[in-house]
């Protein structure tokens, strides 16, 4: 079993609606969770980052963790066909500077 | 600034021949990856280094060596391509570990017949 479990998609969904993008784990000692997103042929990029428990929101993105299920999330509102791209999670623990990532979801916003 | 950049941006290799990889970066990082990418696997971390002169070995290492001579740059070596080191690769760097952001390279397609 995979550290990080996150389904490939794609997802497709129409320009506008509310996407959720989501990946579990089986490390308790996960604390820093990332979202990365990457443009088809491009190097990954930093959307958002999460430490602990919680929400955080920029934008039209918020980044969801929930310790206690090992889930995080990222929710998308207003979608954009620009919003298309493969969604990467990352995290780490305190202890350990290594990324653990996952497979990542294609994600096709049809206008 | 130009950021993490990496050379060749594509490479056709035959089994058995050998290359380098490059990679640059000019904000001053002293934390360096390289990581493959293969369909449905996610990014893998090969080799990583701390510092200018440091390595060590990430997840799946074995077929690749590297070298960081220079705190800019970091170099990926495959000695005896083989077809299953056929991936994209891409460089990163960072400040610092853990939460700290990674900057990616555009990547290098790499094709072993």
């Known amino acids: 079993q995979k550290e990080v479990e996150q389904d490939p998609g794609p997802l497709s969904v129409p320009e506008g609606a509310i996407v959720s993008l989501n990946c579990t784990y089986s490390n308790s000692a996960f604390q820093y969770f990332m979202w990365y997103r990457q443009y088809s042929r491009k190097g990954p990029e930093l959307l958002m980052y999460t430490y602990s428990s919680g929400n955080k929101e920029d934008g039209r993105f918020t980044a969801q963790v929930d310790k206690s299920s090992k889930y995080i999330s990222l929710f998308i509102r207003d979608s954009q066909p620009s919003d298309s791209a493969t969604y990467l999670c990352a995290m780490s623990a305190l202890s350990n500077y290594q990324l653990i990532w996952g497979a990542g979801t294609k994600l096709i916003i049809k206008p | 600034n130009a950021g993490v950049t990496q050379t060749p941006k594509f490479r056709v290799l035959k089994t058995g021949q050998s290359m380098t990889l490059l990679c640059a970066q000019d904000?001053?990082?002293?934390?360096m990856y390289w990581y493959r990418q293969d369909p449905g696997m996610g990014l893998r971390l090969i080799h990583y280094s701390v510092g200018e002169g440091t390595t060590a070995k990430g997840e799946v290492p074995d077929g690749y060596n590297v070298s960081r001579l220079k705190k800019q740059n970091f170099l990926l070596g495959l000695e005896s391509a083989a077809p299953s080191q056929t991936s994209v690769y891409f460089c990163?760097?960072?400040f610092g570990t853990g939460p700290y952001e990674q900057y990616f390279g555009p990547g290098t397609r790499l094709t072993v017949t």
């Open positions: 990163a760097s960072s």
């Open positions: 904000m001053n990082h002293e934390y």
